[in-house]
């Protein structure tokens, strides 16, 4: 049996990469045991890599069902980039070419072979018997939450994909998907018939993506500027409607843009064109409907914006997904309008189905939602998906404020009796200008002469919309949902008039600039003018081998030549992405720019300060600003004065999930100790799986342990771990 040291090897010189990310590792180890198992990996988590380099250890063939033409061959093509004999079979090959490539398979000469599933299941078992008498090593089931008919990409022919384990009993199965929701997750354990599969979870956060909303409100000049400043980079706006792409791509283009339209209304050329143009970087921006991103595996996509409100997380999480697959740091933008919603209600009813409309308008309810937090939105996304998160994040653009905490009890007090005075009947922005004492003729002369008039001039017409969102989002106002929402009182505002209750509001300060997180290669300073350099060049030997230029290197790989300025070719060995083969093929025309470059600005190597990438541990700072520190420190006084920690949830009103998530920094800051909240035989279990499982998915190692043991367990031993190592 191949060994996992062996696979690192290949990692190294096939592939170039110092390290394995998220679960590859165990992932990797399962396989090469010809066990079958279950990947559920997020987008860019690295997928293809888990059944690729068990392929080139096994004797035999691999085969790869995958249902998207475009993205076999970009697979392929990264592949052979690579030196790795690979192929694809699917409708878009001549039947000559096809017969070329199954005498290959016959004559054992691929390694990795991808096909459609109804090319796998033509003509019943004519192929699948014909691939009995090759040797197939293993079968990779990509996209496989297509097998779901709860997903949204449901493909009937993957059904019959269960088959494949009746024919080759012997042959190990590798399904993976990316797909974070749980009816789908749990339908493709059922419906692939695996053998008792081990299923491998990685953490569904994208840590190199920074979410933003904001106001839509002057929506084109916001894109102009944002778009000026992201010149050379490629990015994704998504509109709901057609139309909408048209206008805002047309009047991109003559703001100066190289911005096109894509959606389903246009030619299968003209879309097939607008899409090999921006993953080749001719074009930077796509404005798109969801039709846009399904067959592109791009990884340099550095911003998703959307101009719309999606109609559901799902939809926006996976949109937003498509952004920085390559680990750098992305942006996702959302611009937001309570109008937008409204729009939307009318399109999630659905006539004679009450149920499916309550569905649909509550999943547009929590997308609203997170368009309003003032919370971290990172936390909300991944606790939708069933998954815990940090009360604070610190790459939203919540955690980047920095809230202050202000005593907002008189603050609400003019708010809600203006909403008082003012019948329930009118929405924010007249009740702000009313409350500001606004001269402008649309505020009416009745409410001129009202008490409350003017009375919150002092403050800004910012930080009133902050303090509005604030009170709705604590309860103590709601919207109507009409066109133009009204503002309304709620059971609770009646103690904050009469005076009986304080209130605590949000005032937001400037957004900070992200931490970077693990798009580790941005971290060093790398030289501006160099990467732009090698990027013509990356273009130029992609345009020469007739591949889009991310297969020749990755944003990732040039970055670190700029920044490593490596001088020979056994210097370039180091940079990631260079396997030996692409070091033999490109090594040379890259060496000779970074060397001539050198030259002209009188710079030496710095290959000495690169050092074999580890994964970064997500260890978050206790931070000292934004009250943070105070509030953990209050639950570790408690916790010293021997409450429990549902005792300190109830004296606190927080959840005991976040109580336990503030005394597991503590554990990890090495103040407590993982013993001090689970019993010594449960520690030891846990150790055990942590081993076995690594400590990357919290989810990986619930499903293999006891129902005795609970998340908060795992959660002091992982942090405990975590802080030792
Ligand atoms: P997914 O299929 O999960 O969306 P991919 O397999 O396309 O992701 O991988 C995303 C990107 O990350 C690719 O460019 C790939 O080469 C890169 N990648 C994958 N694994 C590693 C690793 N261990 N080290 C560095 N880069 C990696
Ligand atoms: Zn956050």
Redesign the pocket.
Known sequence: MPTIQQAQQI?KHKFG?D???LE?EHVIECILQRKDCIVL?P???????CYQVPALLFEGLTVVVSPLISLMKDQVDALRANGINAAFLNSSLTSEEQTQITRQVYEGKLKLLYVAPERLLQGGDVFLNFLKDCRVALFAIDEAHCISSWGHDFRPEYLQLARLKHLFPDVPVVALT?TADKLVRKDVVDKLELKSPQVFISSFNRANITYYVEAKKNLFDKLLVYLAEHKDESGIIYCLSRAGCETLAGDLRNAGFNAIAYHAGLEKTERDRAQEKFIRDEIKIVVATIAFGMGI?K?NVRFVIHADIPKNIEGYYQETGRAG???LHSEAILYYSSGDVMKLKKFVFINNNAEQTQILSRKLDQMAKYATLTTCRRKYLLNYFDESAPDNCGSCDVCLSKFDLVDGTVIAQKALSAVFRLKENFGINYTIDFLRGSKAEKIREEHKLLKTYGVGADISKEDWATYFRDLIAKGFLQQTEDEFPKLRLTPKSSDVLQGKTTVQLAKSKVVEEPTRVYGEPAEVNYEKELFSRLKELRKMIADRENVPPYIIL?DAGLIELSAYLPQSLSDMKKI?GFGDVKVQRYGKEFLEQVLEYCKMKNLASRISLKQPKREKKAKRPIKADAGYSSTYQATLDMHRQGLSTAEIAAQRGMSPQTIANHLAQFVESGDLKASDFVSGEKINQLKNLIDKYGYMSLKTIKENAGDDISYDDIKFVVSEIKGVS
């Open positions: 990692l990469y390290n394995f990310r590859q990996m987008t860019g988590g690295g997928k293809s890599l990316a595996d990884p697959r390559d680990g990755s990631s």
